[in-house]
């Protein structure tokens, strides 16, 4: 059976999913050779763990509920577009992701080490969340998108409340990746 490749992460709203189109619309008035994520797919990863196993997912699933139930529920803040490497040569166009609380950056971490002790690799760059919303394909219009990435810096795409995490399957299709939410844990109220 082929292995499924698969990430840990946290679903946007709606509202806040339609926010970050419009902005997305209003870059893509740059003509900037961008491949746009599709605003159905955004999510937040707080790990990604390659092709796994269907045999793996009962203990990668006690992991996680255990971790989601340590968590209390949060609110997250989208805002501030941004580019690597930097605005004048973005190679990734995202916005960032605030959380005031703390428990964001608590509960990755507790997935992290978690995932690790059952023999998924630990990822040793610092956790900075954060959106992706296009990636750069060529050079062509890259000016005019730091241009308008200067001009929208400053974006609001509002709050959140964090309620659960999700176990995704991803299928990559040529359309662009397919996600699946395979299990679903709640955070503690």
Not at 120 to 129: N, Q
Not at 178 to 183: A, E, G, S
Request: hydrophobic share 35%; glycine share 8%; aromatic share 6%.
């Amino acid at each position: 059976m082929p292995s499924i490749r698969s990430f840990v992460a946290i679903e946007l709203s709606p509202d806040t999913k339609a926010q970050i189109e419009e902005i997305q619309n209003e870059l893509k008035t740059s003509t900037a050779d961008v491949r746009w994520v599709r605003s159905e797919g955004m999510h937040l990863t707080l790990k990604f763990l390659g092709g796994i196993e269907e045999e793996q997912i009962p203990e990668i699933a006690d992991v996680l509920t255990h971790c989601s139930a340590e968590t209390g529920r949060f609110n997250l803040e989208i805002h501030s577009l941004g580019a690597f490497p930097n605005e004048t040569n973005p190679k990734v166009i995202w916005i960032g992701v605030e959380d005031k609380s703390g428990r964001l950056g608590t509960l990755q971490q507790s997935i992290e080490k978690g995932l690790a002790a059952i023999g998924f690799k630990e990822e040793k760059r610092a956790f900075t969340p954060h959106l992706t919303l296009g990636r750069l394909k060529s050079p062509k219009g890259r000016r005019a998108l730091g241009q308008g990435l200067e001009a929208s810096r400053e974006c609001d795409c509002g709050t959140f409340t964090v309620q659960e995490i999700f176990l995704y399957k991803s299928d990559l299709k040529p359309s662009g990746a397919v996600y699946t939410k395979l299990k679903t844990f709640a955070l503690s109220e």
